[in-house]
């Protein structure tokens, strides 16, 4: 499905741009990166005080009761300020898996932003891994998950594990868990290897239930993630453009230059195709094509966060590669965003295996 | 007026009782000839039908219906690999062209209702050996002769000339002055003397552009299409109107599921070559491109619904599409080895890999290059500074060479 933004739609997509824009400040973002365990604290209490962490929850549980369409144009918001902090998107997945399990308790209390949730499922290189290296026996989890975003930090975490060799998704609290932090190149995420050690978890779903709701789960974060690139990709295409209409090199203004102005047409290109893909995958929570429309998001806006943040560094020559400059903000953050929620090479898998089936099941006039 | 969905649901039903006489099958083995007879029956069909000028005006033998109302039929029509290939160019531009500015408003009316019915064929001739992208460098003149006009100079890549019955033409009508403020815009009959149209055979094997040959053609004053020295802003308005086109996000080549279906069936290190990352990637990366390129269309025509001027990110469709189309052509044949060496140069390209890598090249020049395509949305979209232009503001005669 894809759709016109209604006017409340595009309240928010301004309001949200107006607020971050107000409050955001690249030195602080740039001394995050050089402290472990630090999440950007005036963006979470902007995004707790507008509401954003209550968006897409339903009513009865304190939320506003919107959806991915409107959590999309804040993580969009939140992408062009590389905003400092995870939970806008693994505090939503989390709140998603609890509510389908019929688990909410604690929905409330993350709506309103007093508890931070996050989702542990990757191991490496598998976002959604069958075969979990983390064991759910007699109501408690083993084991490690590593690098889990904002793991410093969560309350409680939604983990993807097994249980007598069958996938199990489970909610535990992290209050003993030991967390150890996994020094990145962009440290606001707050990653942690968590290592339970008979952690009591309730579960919430088992077997190919637990997996088809975790690949959900993804795939609604995966959109939100794409939202986030696509706003990154639009920050950095303005960047760029307003710097080469500025800059003088031979005698004109670079901007000029074919291999400049092609190069930023061409960002243009792959940013409306990503947004595009993100309006329709939002649009289609819910719908039998939804992991392939979130797939399809998720590629396009990779691709375009990806080449943006390079394509941009390099039409600013040399003061592109400066510390103070921060365009290595969106670099970075252009690369995290890119693992988080299932890399590339995930995705493509996901969509080809999908496209494959769908058409041995409509036949060849599909 | 017809709502949208009704009026697709009709427009199937008038396919499909076309379709065993018009459509894709039907036309096989057919020579150019006896296909362009065919599409001269079926526009009187469809004319007859009331399927003809679905968004101009009933006081020239339209249907008086939306935009959005013709795209829907296109598209529908698309499908269907109906013969009206021959008469894309003279309904799309040139004829309506005639309706804005056509003098003699009698001669107008007939001219449009034989153009809907296939009678009879319009072609657009802008390009020329001196200048393609580069519009305004063109140097087919005219010169005061009497109370009309006398025409000299050649044109290229005219699509369809040589069964053209009229044209639309740009021409220079005064070289001292700079280069876009000295072009007049007339219409042209093709088998006026002095008119010489000669075939050009493309690398895929076909004949539909030409060159045209223009020798002390005689022009009155009454062909003359909008201001003398107006013609620079005419040829814009002549390209605005190509907005409401059907797109395809295949590049008007083969559908990504015809790829999907050969990796199924092609066997790669004795293993489904669906099962290849390579091929996998290709797959997944093109469907990203073309669901976005569909997502871009679709918004476009809720904005048009909505009564909103779409935005201008559909100008990517093509520059987006067919170049891909080209990389997957290419992938498609490398996929198959030496099966796709075999090839019919009749072959639909909307079916064939071998014929639509082999004309993808067309679709990346031809209506604006890439590079202009480029061009465009840097400096229209996004501000950014035109390209160095020396023979910007001199008079036409006096830049060099």
């Known amino acids: 499905m894809s759709i016109l933004y209604d006017e409340g739609q595009q309240a928010i997509a301004t309001e949200s741009r107006r607020v971050l824009d107000a409050r955001m400040d690249k030195g602080r973002l740039l001394g995050l990166l050089e402290q472990v365990a630090q999440i950007d604290q005036p963006f979470w209490d902007t995004a707790v005080e507008q509401g954003w962490t209550a968006l897409a929850l339903p009513e009865e549980h304190g939320g506003l009761g919107l959806g991915l369409t409107e959590l999309g144009l804040v993580a969009q918001a939140a992408g062009a300020a590389t905003s400092g902090a995870p939970f806008l998107t693994v505090g939503y997945g989390a709140a998603q898996a609890l509510l389908a399990a019929g688990h909410t308790d604690d929905l409330a209390a993350l709506a309103a932003g007093e508890k931070l949730a996050t989702v542990a499922f990757a191991e490496g290189s598998d976002p959604l891994p069958a075969g979990s290296a983390v064991t759910f026996s007699e109501g408690k989890l083993t084991g490690t998950k590593p690098a889990v975003i904002g793991g410093l930090k969560a309350d409680l975490a939604v983990v993807l594990a097994i249980h007598d060799w069958q996938p199990v998704l489970v909610v535990a609290t992290l209050t003993d868990v030991t967390r150890t932090a996994v020094p990145s190149f962009d440290n606001s995420r707050l990653y942690a290897d968590l290592t339970f050690a008979a952690t009591p978890a309730t579960v919430l779903a088992e077997g190919q239930t637990a997996l088809d709701l975790a690949r959900d789960v993804l795939a609604r974060m995966a959109v939100v993630t794409a939202h986030e690139q696509v706003g990154g990709a639009e920050a950095l295409l303005n960047i760029a453009r307003d710097y080469s209409l500025t800059r003088k090199a031979f005698g004109q203004p670079i901007g000029a230059f074919q291999s400049i102005k092609h190069r930023i047409a061409e960002l243009y290109g792959l940013i409306e195709v990503a947004r595009a893909n993100c309006i329709h995958a939002a649009a289609s929570e819910g719908a039998p094509d939804f992991l392939i429309a979130a797939a399809d998001a998720r590629l396009s806006a990779t691709e375009a966060y990806d080449t943006a943040a390079r394509d941009c560094v390099q039409i600013h020559g040399g003061i592109g590669v400066t510390w103070e400059q921060g365009l290595h903000l969106h670099m970075r953050r252009a690369r995290t965003l890119g693992i988080e929620q299932g890399n590339l090479l995930f995705w493509e898998d996901l969509l080809v295996d999908q496209l494959a089936g769908k058409y041995q099941n409509e036949g060849a006039g599909a | ?401």
């Open chain 2, 1 to 401: 007026m017809i709502e949208l969905e009704t009026y697709r649901v009709k427009a199937r039903a008038f396919l499909d009782s076309m379709a065993p006489k018009y459509a894709r099958k039907a036309r096989s083995g057919n020579t150019v000839e006896q296909d362009l007879a065919l599409g001269r029956q079926y526009m009187a069909a469809r004319y007859d039908a009331g399927f003809a000028g679905i968004n101009w005006s009933p006081e020239y033998g339209g249907q008086g219906l939306s935009n959005l109302h013709k795209i829907a039929f296109d598209a529908k029509e698309m499908h269907y690999g109906m013969p009206v290939g021959f008469f894309g160019i003279s309904l799309g531009m040139p004829v309506p062209m005639m309706i804005h500015y056509g003098q003699d408003r009698e001669f107008v009316k007939e001219r449009v209702t034989k153009a809907l019915r296939g009678e009879e064929i319009w072609c657009q001739m802008f390009s020329e050996p001196s200048g393609g992208s580069d519009l305004a460098a063109l140097r087919t003149k005219v010169e005061p002769d009497g109370n009309g006009w006398r025409m000299n100079g050649q044109k290229v890549w005219t699509s369809w000339a040589q069964y053209s019955d009229y044209g639309v033409i740009v021409t220079r009508s005064d070289p001292t002055v700079a280069k876009h403020k000295g072009l007049t815009y007339f219409w042209v009959d093709m088998k006026a003397p002095g008119v010489e149209v000669r075939p050009i055979k493309l690398a895929g094997g076909d004949s539909h552009v030409n060159e045209v040959f223009l020798d002390n053609v005689r022009l009155e004053d009454n062909q003359r299409m909008g201001e003398v020295g107006g013609g620079f802003g005419l040829a814009l308005h002549t390209l605005m109107i190509e907005r409401y086109i059907a797109t395809d996000s295949a590049g008007f080549g083969p559908h990504l599921d015809e790829f999907v279906k050969l990796a199924k069936e092609t066997t790669l290190n004795g293993r489904p070559a669906i099962e290849d990352g390579r091929i996998r990637s290709a797959i997944a990366r093109n469907h990203a491109m073309r669901a976005g390129l569909d997502s871009i269309t679709r918004r476009a025509m809720l904005m048009m619904q909505a009564g909103m001027q779409p935005g201008p990110e559909g100008s990517l469709q093509k520059l987006v599409a067919v170049r891909s189309r080209q990389k997957l052509s290419e992938l498609a044949l490398d996929l198959q080895g030496t099966a796709a060496l075999p090839f019919d140069e009749h072959a639909y390209v909307k079916e064939d890999w071998g014929t639509s890598w082999l004309n993808a090249p067309t679709g990346r020049i031809a209506g604006g290059s890439d590079e202009v395509l480029l061009n465009t949305i840097a400096e229209k979209v996004l501000g950014l500074p035109q390209d160095y232009r020396p023979d910007k503001g001199i008079p036409f005669n006096q830049i060099p060479a």
